[in-house]
């Protein structure tokens, strides 16, 4: 130490001699190895044919979690309980020696007892070794080595972005930053450390085996589609009875009479071409007080029934012919058909934006801004229970006659 200081400090030391000394001190710099992103490429890609077998392992693991194929699901399922719960400590032993043996002798036929074969035939077969060889000895162009690391850029951007949310959904749950899936955290490996205690490994085992089965969303989904078609093969007459019943009909003589109405021809269409193009809010406001009306003006029901009683099917059709000619000439008299387009109280011209209205009262084309006064059915005439509750829009001078 005291040497060093001196000839760090000592004063007979000349200048001259100072910067020959720091150049020949200084270490000699080592030429760093040069990075190849094509090699880390290739490396990456022989991990993944290194990987392969355990890939495809995982792929049959999902495949029987998913319930792709429910009956091999089901005795996998059932199989691995049956073990875990029947197997004893020496069982257990003999199936991990068994595990570890078995590899053991598979890779040892495969390498020892294989004749050697040939390049072309290693070509011609295109096993994994010689994807490993291909691996090795490949020989790219630049565009086709640019494509590849871009592809590994990728899928590694990919990963680290999973590992990334992964480890802040961690952090978010240890800081308690939702406390309901915190504790639900936290509660579920207190339970685990209790079953742990409390239960045999074989139970939790099976356990833990039923719950990766049965506790999945493709578990519930095979088990509605299976209900499901159980239900369609037990009531198939009901299903088709219920696509084929009739709507109910209304209580008391009107409805029966209604039901059995025909179909009206064309030439007895019930909707005028002014009440087709009316706004869709309130459709069939304007048709019931029609029909009402129609109904206190017609004939007593009983003559009618009198009159089907005498004349038989053929008079039951005439009358219903002649009903449905009342109600479509009030039709035609309640709602005059305007050619023009327009509104009867502004003129303002029909669009897609300006939909036109009819007066419930006067019957006149209106905009849904002039015609959208709004008075009870019972106040134009109609006596039925619910005319008190309904309303229907008028023009601003049908409110006012109306209101008086």
């Known amino acids: 130490m005291q040497t060093s200081e001196r000839e760090g400090c000592g004063p007979e030391v000349s200048p001259s001699t100072v910067p020959e000394a720091t150049l020949e001190s200084l270490p000699v710099p080592t030429k760093l190895p040069a990075f190849d992103l094509f090699n880390l490429v290739l490396s990456y890609k022989r991990l993944e044919v290194y990987l392969e077998p355990l890939k495809d392992a995982g792929d049959g693991v999902r495949y029987l979690l998913r319930w792709q194929t429910p009956l091999c699901s089901l005795l996998t399922c059932l199989g691995l309980n049956v073990l875990f719960l ?19 002798l598979l890779g040892y036929l495969q390498e020892g007892c294989q004749a050697r074969l040939s390049e072309s035939e290693l070509m011609r077969r295109k096993y994994h070794s010689v994807r490993q060889e291909d691996l090795q000895r490949v020989r790219l162009s630049r565009p086709e080595a640019v494509a590849e690391v871009k592809s590994f850029l990728i899928q590694l951007e990919a990963l680290l ?30 339970g685990t450390v209790c079953m742990l205690y409390l239960l045999p490994l074989c139970w939790v085992l099976a356990l833990l085996n039923s719950t990766l089965f049965l506790g999945n969303v493709e578990f519930f989904r095979v088990v509605s589609e299976y209900r499901a078609s159980l239900q369609r093969r037990m009531n198939p007459k009901q299903e088709e009875s219920a696509f084929e019943s009739p709507p109910p009909s209304d209580a008391g003589g009107k409805g029966a009479l209604v039901d059995c109405t025909p179909a009206p021809t064309p030439t007895e269409d019930l909707t005028p071409g002014s009440v087709e193009e009316a706004e869709e809010a ?11 009306e129609d109904d206190e003006g017609a004939p007593c029901p009983a003559e009618d029934e009198l009159v089907l009683q ?15 000619s009342r109600l ?30 009819n007066c419930s009262n006067c019957g006149n084309i209106f905009c ?4 959208s006064f709004k008075v009870p059915r019972s106040s134009m005439g109609a006596t039925a229970p619910e005319a008190q509750r309904e309303t229907v829009f008028v023009c601003a001078s049908c409110n006012q006659t109306l209101s008086k």
Request: glycine share 6%; net charge positive; hydrophobic share 30%.
């Open 161 to 190: 972005s999973r590992l990334c949310g992964t480890c802040e959904a961690a952090y978010r749950v240890l800081h308690w930053e939702n406390p309901a899936v915190s504790s639900q955290f936290y509660g579920a490996l207190l």
């Open 328 to 357: 479509t000439e009030r039709l035609r008299k309640r709602y005059p058909t305007n050619n023009y387009g327009s509104c009867t109280g502004c003129s303002a011209t029909f669009s897609v934006l300006k939909k036109r209205r």
């Open 282 to 292: 309130e459709p069939d406001e304007e048709f019931k007080d029609a029909i009402e």
């Open 310 to 324: 005498d004349n038989g099917f053929l008079s039951k059709n005439e009358v219903l012919r002649s009903k449905v």
């Open 86 to 104: 029947t197997l004893n400590e020496g069982a257990w032993y003999s199936v991990g020696a068994l595990m570890i043996s078995v590899p053991a």
């Open 368 to 371: 849904s801004r002039c015609c």
